[in-house]
């Protein structure tokens, strides 16, 4: 059975930075992609990021872009969202979700199969 389980959010202030992990068990991490989404009240799931298998490709969506950063660690079956320049509007339910298929990713949460249950970001003043 795979297991996403987040770690990491809280409250930040405006300019902050908070870094998230997620930790992955049930099959071989090295060989699965992986994804943060995150949800804000009243708003669908939207797409942060991604990442390859092996860590050498990653994708952003463009309001996370340059401040934002995911990687991965493979030894530790765990993958982060590094998280700069926080704003209010980053405020949200942050997920790691990971795809069935062997090293795909991509920016649609149809994609994805597996979802952890979410951290709780905060950023206000």
């Known amino acids: 059975q795979v297991q996403l389980i987040e770690s990491g959010g809280g409250l930040a202030q405006p300019g902050g930075s908070l870094r998230l992990s997620c930790a992955v068990s049930?099959?071989?991490?090295?060989?699965?992609?992986m994804g943060w989404f995150r949800q804000a009240p009243g708003k669908e799931r939207e797409f942060v990021a991604a990442?390859?298998?092996?860590?050498?490709?990653?994708i952003y969506a463009d309001s996370v872009k340059g401040r934002f950063t995911i990687s991965r660690d493979n030894a530790k079956n765990t993958v982060y969202l590094r998280m700069n320049s926080l704003k209010p509007e980053d405020t949200a339910v942050y997920y790691c979700?990971?795809?069935?298929?062997?090293?795909?990713?991509?920016?649609?949460?149809?994609?994805?199969?597996?979802w952890g249950r979410g951290t709780q970001v905060t950023v206000s003043s």
């Open positions: 049930g099959r071989p991490f090295s060989l699965y992609g």
């Open positions: 990442i390859s298998a092996s860590g050498s490709s990653t």
């Open positions: 979700a990971t795809p069935l298929g062997l090293d795909h990713y991509s920016d649609n949460r149809r994609d994805y199969d597996y």
